[in-house]
């Protein structure tokens, strides 16, 4: 990336196929270069931003309660310089939301549908035909496909094709996505509308995942941990998203919790839950999180957040506690 003439911008979650899938489209769409960041590290990528930048797009990074008044006052000041489009689906506070349409900036948001979603509906009429597939392996992956505007375009393509596309992309990013430079060839490739069993290397990479989480199958029964309503498992691996909904077959659990250790005495949790679950996982985890010393946040079904380790256990006991009041 050329710093000194680079005009146009997309920061996008780094992650998951809802944020590769936005990046890739708002590209087809303005050719603008990308970043991809993840939560702890937006910050540190707006504050880096390069002089005489004219348009930034962020996509589904979304920021916690604890955060957002920072998140707002660099929007504020970037706004002042710089056309912002924010497109996003994480849960925002009505004081928050509204806070930011205070602000010049374009805000497209809403919890219904992925970031991909609303990234390809912002861009359609600068899109060709085949960019709807992308915005389906985004609502795919995100659990999102049931939304009125992801079933409407799901119902004029062959289904089958869709999953296996979305399952290939989600399978390949998981096993290839500590190489920083895998999600950014993603992107690039998806920009110019290839499917993903095109993209070299993606199937194989695909089938290695799989066998991957046969593995993880056996050892999360054998080596997890079941509290009351909250089942917990350490990991190395990249798709904790995966081992947390491992954990809720592997234990009839409501809420499956993977934790994976960071530098600096940090560790990372993913959360997914069943519809047994009754609270709102984001909201919940955000708020347990912040009290512990660190920051979550997420959607109703599927969240995140990151603690100090030494404040781990501490988080699950109250997650638990919060689960098992409302079960």
Do not use: W
């Not at 707006?46 to 998140?71: H, K, M, N, V």
């Not at 912002?122 to 992308?134: D, N, Y």
């Not at 993977?258 to 519809?275: D, I, P, V, Y």
């Amino acid at each position: 990336m050329t710093h000194m003439t680079l005009k146009r911008l997309c920061l996008s979650h780094v992650k998951d196929i809802d944020g590769i899938s936005s990046a890739a489209l708002v590209r087809a769409a303005t050719g603008c270069e990308f970043m991809l960041v993840d939560y702890d590290s937006l910050f540190d990528a707006l504050d880096g931003l390069p002089a005489g930048l004219e348009e930034l797009y962020i996509c589904d990074l979304g920021t916690d309660q604890s955060r957002f008044a920072a998140f707002l006052e660099r929007m504020r000041r970037l706004s002042e310089s710089v056309s912002i489009t924010y497109i996003d689906h994480h849960y925002l506070a009505p004081d928050d939301r509204a806070a930011l349409k205070r602000l010049p900036i374009k805000l497209v948001h809403s919890v219904n549908d992925c970031a991909g979603m609303l990234t390809y509906l912002t861009f359609k009429s600068s899109l060709p035909e085949e960019a709807k597939m992308i915005a389906l392996y985004a609502a795919v992956t995100d659990y999102l496909d049931g939304s009125r505007k992801a079933r409407r375009i799901m119902e004029t393509y062959d289904r089958h094709l869709i999953l296996f596309e979305s399952t290939l992309l989600s399978y390949a990013l998981a096993m290839r996505g500590k190489d920083l430079k895998y999600p950014r060839m993603l992107v690039e490739q998806l920009s110019k509308m290839r499917l993903p069993h095109q993209i070299p290397g993606v199937p194989d990479s695909a089938v290695a995942q799989a066998n991957v989480v046969l593995k993880l199958m056996k050892k999360v029964r054998t080596k997890g941990t079941m509290l009351h309503n909250v089942a917990y498992f350490e990991t190395d691996v990249m798709s904790t998203g995966i081992v947390a909904k491992l954990l809720l077959g592997a234990f009839g659990a409501a809420v499956g919790v993977s934790l994976r250790r960071k530098s600096g005495a940090r560790t990372e949790m993913s959360l997914r839950c069943t519809s047994e679950c009754k609270v709102h996982l984001g909201r919940t985890i955000g708020a347990i999180a912040e009290k512990h010393g660190g920051n979550g946040g997420g959607h109703a079904r599927a969240a995140g957040c990151t603690v100090p380790t030494s404040e781990a256990l501490n988080v699950l006991r109250d997650l638990d506690e919060a689960v098992s009041t409302q079960a």
